[in-house]
């Protein structure tokens, strides 16, 4: 798998996503800086936590309209796989690649702990070497992570199993305890739990590496 | 000519005042003055402590620069450097929590990557008032989102520190914060500034006409109109300095700079002297080219103000251009403001006049320093105890459930504890463990200080916070390496106060010499105090270790059911200064308990030499609140409950609660070789009980379940901070 991982000046896991990716792959991702307008030929495009240009605005929006957006939009078009965590999920609501948005969480502050997880579908790049409804422990670490969109959006992810991961003890308030979405074609996921962060015995968590796995199989 | 209000105004003493005349032979123009000032103030000159400083211990052979730079810097092998600092940012986080506390963050972090390292880890250690006290919730709150919100933007994990509340904070909340980083150890930049005719560079944000003068408001106690001050605090912005922490570390990895220095405390004042001073060289600096914010700042303003998020640097000749270049990628202001000079004069320009010219070494060498009058404080003799006893188990939920031991996880929560993908240990444990990035080897971190120990004794006290930064590193798994103090007290021109001091810096060098845990780097805060009440000596401990195989550490929480639990350490059953007595007994006093240095090392270096060789991975110092509250920590850490047995004919209340040190828990699936081997080492090490059940079983007193046991540990602090 060759995988590219975005670089804004604010992104601050991007060297976490791409030791992780790196793991899996048994390569190294290319580090594609925000001022870029051209992506190297790759099979995986990740998207990273931080605070793309420090949201001082709402979380992703200026990170929406850079040029390194505009060429991931046109990649993911045309079937690229995308993954955005955290920030990347925030950044691809606001790029529009997938629908809804995340607003400040429920409690008003900022969450950083473990959080238990429910695979919602396994047969997909992101997710095959999960078992359906496997139960996850991940790390999570926002402050805007509550998912919201309307009810005919939240309808349509539901019918058509669309709801990636979902929290089952939800901590931030998000609409039907959405945890993470794909577009329709499954080809993009957007997730706030950091799968990156759980890919180490070491660091307290192995449950986030069958995911990068599950993406070095899938587009090797 | 200046009034004497005006020299009063900017907290010279009419001494120091004929100082700068004798000097200048001239009056100041008013921007020397402030310029001088501010130099001369408590905040960066240390007048009333340094004499004390200088004899603290600061050398060892792993020691790559202690004091007087940015940040200490130590080996930790395979060619990398640990570089570590803690400073208070008190006055202004009482002022205006949120900034106040954000802002320190990134004072703190500035310090560690000028000096070439990246920053990997933040602690902090705070203190408030009583939970009582109506400004405590809203200064928590602030201070504690403060700290998230400039930790997290740049990306760089909170992993751990303390948090205490007494009445003697009403009016002056401590906010220490401390940042760890790794560089490489052939690769420390330092601020001495060399090679007359360079160019010296100013970059990172605008300045602005925020924190001017938060140094001399930093060297004054409060009076009633504290928030008159707001203006004097300054405007965090994570995001500018993350682009800078980048813009550094790209250039640093050329050969462009020859020195380099952050603008905190005083601003460009005390970067320029400093560097100028360090150096032996002068400066020349044309005003008119320093980026500002807005128009019309005068020189007085462009010197003093503490804009955040900036640098000064000094580069090689034909440096200027590739180093503007990384400047611009990351969007950065990049402007040469002057030059080196050999005249070893600070000669200011402003509008095409010269606006101040004063020389660099006779005012730095003339900067006061006081041998101020100090009292010895006398240390309590034990009260009688009071008559009416208590359960342990009711005495310890108590506890547990009271601000001093409840959960912290309403803060930690709050702060990225896991950003960059290292975070070994997290918060909740004796010790944070941060991984080397890319190694199999991690840094321990804790801060630690004991107030009301520092209170009743501060020779005692100040032993006692050094002594129990080592053991939290220790009870890791890790080999301690040094220290980074923060002296946080009252007025020093009080003679009591100045008495504390003395008594805590005492203590500490003695810690530090019989421990080999020198102190690398430190922040002195005095003038804690309003109306006259002083906070109480607080020096808090920031303690770097070094784990040379992760697989090979220590954590508080029980493995196992059906482990022996082990005590080592000699318990005597000290109450004196004890929670037990303050809190539930509501009879505080007594002396602190004795710290014996030996005993303290010898138990710590078994204990180390235990987890090292893989033979323990259970352990947990024992400190506030005693032996019963550590096996609670143990279990609720684990979810696994313990049944202990009271020796025969011991007090049972002053065996579980008495707070004697040097010891520690440790857990192990037979204990017979381990009680073995201490017996040779001759450290007392006694079995005390098992790990079993869902409950925590004292022998003859009951038992409580961990689940109504949880429930008390972590609901204080929602509670308090949701006003209930």
């Known amino acids: ?220 | 000519m200046i009034a004497p209000e005006i020299v009063a105004e900017h907290g010279l003493s009419e001494d120091e005042y004929a100082r700068i005349l004798d000097i200048l032979g001239r009056e100041p123009n008013p921007v020397e003055l402030g310029i001088v000032s501010a130099m001369w103030s408590e905040h960066c000159s240390y007048k009333s402590s340094r004499a004390w400083l200088a004899t603290l211990p600061t050398e060892a052979p792993w020691v790559i620069c202690g004091p007087g730079e940015n940040a200490g810097v130590v080996d930790i092998g395979d060619g990398r450097a640990a570089v570590f600092k803690i400073e208070s940012h008190n006055h202004p986080s009482f002022i205006e929590p949120y900034q106040g506390a954000a802002t320190g963050v990134g004072g703190i972090l500035r310090d560690v990557f000028t000096m070439g390292a990246r920053p990997v880890a933040l602690m902090n250690a705070l203190r408030f008032g009583s939970p009582d006290h109506p400004r405590t919730r809203h200064l928590v709150a602030g201070v504690v989102s403060g700290i998230g919100g400039y930790g997290n933007c740049i990306g760089i994990p909170t992993v751990g520190g303390e948090t205490g509340f007494d009445s003697a904070y009403d009016g002056n909340i401590l906010v220490n914060a401390m940042a760890v980083g790794i560089a490489d150890a052939d690769r420390i930049f330092y601020a001495r500034a060399s090679g007359v005719g360079n160019p010296v560079v100013y970059v990172g944000s605008k300045t602005g006409r925020d924190g001017i003068h938060g140094a001399t408001m930093a060297s004054a106690t409060f009076d009633a109109g504290a928030e008159a001050r707001r203006p004097t605090v300054q405007v965090g912005d994570p995001f500018t300095e993350k682009l800078l922490l980048e813009a550094c570390l790209e250039l640093m990895a050329t050969d462009a700079i020859v020195a380099i220095q952050d603008m905190g405390a005083a601003g460009l004042t005390s970067s320029a002297l400093e560097m100028a001073a360090k150096g032996g060289v002068g400066i020349a600096l044309d005003l008119d080219r320093v980026p500002v914010r807005e128009a019309g700042m005068d020189a007085y303003e462009i010197m003093l103000s503490e804009s955040q998020e900036r640098m000064l640097m000094v580069l090689r000749p034909d440096s200027e251009e590739p180093a503007a270049r990384v400047f611009r990628k990351w969007g950065l202001d990049f402007a040469v403001i002057g030059r080196l000079t050999d005249t070893g004069r600070v000669a200011l320009a402003h509008g095409g006049e010269s606006v101040a010219d004063i020389p660099v070494d006779p005012l730095v060498a003339a900067a006061p320093r006081y041998r101020r009058p100090y009292v010895e404080t006398e240390p309590p003799a034990m009260p009688p105890l009071p008559a009416t006893g208590v359960a342990p188990l009711d005495a310890l939920e108590r506890l547990i459930a009271g601000p001093e031991l409840a959960s912290r996880r309403w803060i930690w929560e709050q702060y990225d504890h896991m950003v960059m993908g290292d975070t070994v240990a997290r918060p909740g444990g004796d010790a944070a463990v941060i991984r080397i990035h890319g190694s199999a080897r991690g840094i321990a971190l804790t801060v630690d200080c004991t107030p009301r120990y520092c209170a009743a004794d501060p020779r005692a006290g100040g032993r006692q916070a050094v002594a129990e930064a080592w053991r939290n590193l220790v009870a890791a798994g890790a080999r301690p390496l040094a220290v980074t103090d923060n002296l946080n007290f009252g007025d020093p021109q009080r003679p009591g106060i100045m008495g504390q001091l003395v008594g805590c810096i005492e203590g500490i060098g003695e810690a530090c010499r019989a421990l080999d845990f020198p102190v690398v780097s430190g922040n002195v805060s005095l003038y804690n105090e309003t109306g006259g009440r002083a906070i109480l000596p607080t020096p808090v401990i920031g303690g770097l270790g070094l784990i040379d195989d992760l697989d090979r550490r220590a954590s508080i929480a029980f493995a196992a059911p059906g482990q022996d639990i082990v005590a080592i350490g000699a318990t005597a059953g000290h109450l004196g200064q004890s929670l037990l007595l303050r809190d539930v007994l509501a009879s505080p006093g007594g002396p602190p308990p004795p710290v014996d240095l030996g005993i303290e090392r010898r138990n710590g270096l078994f204990v180390r030499d235990r987890i090292a060789r893989g033979a323990v991975s259970v352990c947990h110092d024992v400190s506030d609140g005693g032996l019963l509250v550590a096996l609670a920590e143990m279990a609720l850490a684990s979810g696994i409950g313990a049944e202990i047995v009271p020796p025969d004919g011991v007090d049972a209340l002053a065996w579980l609660f008495g707070e004697d040190q040097g010891r520690y828990l440790v857990a192990l699936p037979a204990a017979a070789g381990l009680v073995e081997r201490a017996a040779a080492a001759g450290v007392p090490a006694a079995v005390i009980g098992r790990t079993a059940g869902a409950a925590l079983t004292v022998s003859g007193h009951g038992h409580i379940s961990l689940a109504s046991l949880k429930q008390a540990h972590e609901a204080w602090f929602p509670r308090f901070m949701a006003g209930r």
């Open chain 1, 1 to 220: 798998m060759r995988a590219a991982v975005i670089v804004f000046p604010g992104s601050n896991c991007d060297r976490d996503t791409a030791v992780a990716i790196e793991a899996a792959a048994g390569r190294a991702p290319a580090m594609v800086w925000h001022e870029d307008a051209e992506l190297p030929a790759v099979d995986l495009i990740a998207i990273p936590g931080g605070f793309a240009y420090g949201d001082y605005l709402r979380s992703g929006a200026m990170a929406a309209h850079s040029p390194v957006m505009r060429a991931v939009a046109a990649r993911a078009r045309a079937g690229t796989a995308v993954l955005g965590i955290c920030n990347g999920f925030q950044v691809l609501t606001e790029a529009g690649l997938l629908p809804g948005v995340l607003m400040r969480n429920a409690g008003l502050r900022f969450i950083c702990r473990d959080v238990a997880l429910r695979v919602e579908r396994a047969d997909t790049v992101f997710t095959r070497r999960y078992a359906p409804g496997a139960a996850l422990t991940l790390p999570v670490a926002h402050n805007d992570g509550n998912y919201v969109a309307d009810r005919a959006t939240i309808d349509r992810l539901e019918g058509e199993g669309l709801v990636a991961f979902r929290y089952r003890d939800n901590p931030n308030g998000s609409a039907a305890s959405i945890a993470g979405i794909f577009d329709p074609t499954r080809r993009i996921l957007g997730m706030m739990p950091h799968p990156e962060r759980a890919a180490e015995a070491v660091l307290g968590g192995t449950d986030g590496r069958a995911l990068f796995e599950s993406l070095a199989e899938s587009l090797a």
